[in-house]
């Protein structure tokens, strides 16, 4: 049994500077007939399976793979027999380049950012640094700008990518491309390590308790301190202190 003109379900939609995100639901068998979009926009496929035509082609897509859209390529699009969830990108006309020609890729690190933001619920700073991963930063080379975010970084006084980005009057997805670029990680990440340090330091040096030590360097509680201790160094805070 196909479903085709049923309307998606859209499950989450954020919005950050010249972008919106919105994670859409679509139903088993899902059809939708020839149509084309109004902006150039990029999708991440985070559960599911589709096939989508264009320009006379058709690509199979699963999770991980993402479509680089430019605005008016019509295209059809027929969803598999779990549906798909995806994440679409759509900037503002003015913002960002538009893609050269509708592709489709494989890309391992937005599938991981665009779950991040769902389990992150409705998070800026994990949609920019989505939309980062999305679009790689072509340039190399630092600025003195970007070393004032690794500064604020290490020393615990930076705020949200977005705040950053407006201290350094650039957009909030060039501050965490050009980062990423630079520092061969994300912000959040690069944030994560500095935190993980900082407790580390803390419990090796003082008598402060786990509990107090994951406060003082702005976990939320003991068990999420533990949580990023495995994913930063492989190993519990406790095996520090003992």
Request: aromatic share 8%; charged share 20%.
């Amino acid at each position: 049994m196909k479903s085709r003109m049923r309307e998606p379900t859209v499950l989450l939609s954020i919005k950050t500077t010249g972008y919106t995100a919105r994670v859409v639901r679509y139903a088993p068998f899902q059809q939708m007939s020839a149509h084309a979009h109004e902006v150039h926009g990029i999708s991440a496929v985070l559960g599911g399976s589709l096939l989508e035509e264009a320009h006379h082609r058709s690509v199979t897509a699963s999770a991980g793979w993402i479509v680089n859209k430019p605005r008016a390529v019509e295209h059809v699009n027929r969803f598999g027999p779990a549906g798909a969830t995806l994440l679409a990108i759509s900037p503002a006309e003015a913002v960002g380049e538009a893609p050269k020609g509708w592709s489709w890729t494989q890309n391992a690190p937005a599938l991981r950012a665009g779950l991040r933001l769902l389990r992150a619920n409705s998070d800026e700073d994990a949609l920019v640094e989505l939309i980062a991963a999305l679009q790689p930063y072509p340039q190399s080379g630092s600025a003195s700008w970007l070393e004032a975010v690794k500064v604020a970084l290490d020393d615990g006084s930076a705020q949200s990518v977005s705040a950053m980005a407006a201290e350094a009057s650039v957009h909030p997805v060039y501050l965490a491309r050009a980062f990423r670029a630079q520092y061969g990680m994300s912000v959040r990440a690069y944030r994560l390590q500095v935190k993980v340090r900082r407790a580390m330091y803390l419990i090796a040096t003082t008598p402060l308790s786990l509990t107090q030590v994951a406060l003082e360097t702005g976990f939320a509680e003991h068990s999420h301190m533990c949580r990023s201790f495995r994913v930063v160094a492989g190993w519990k805070p406790g095996l520090l202190r003992r």
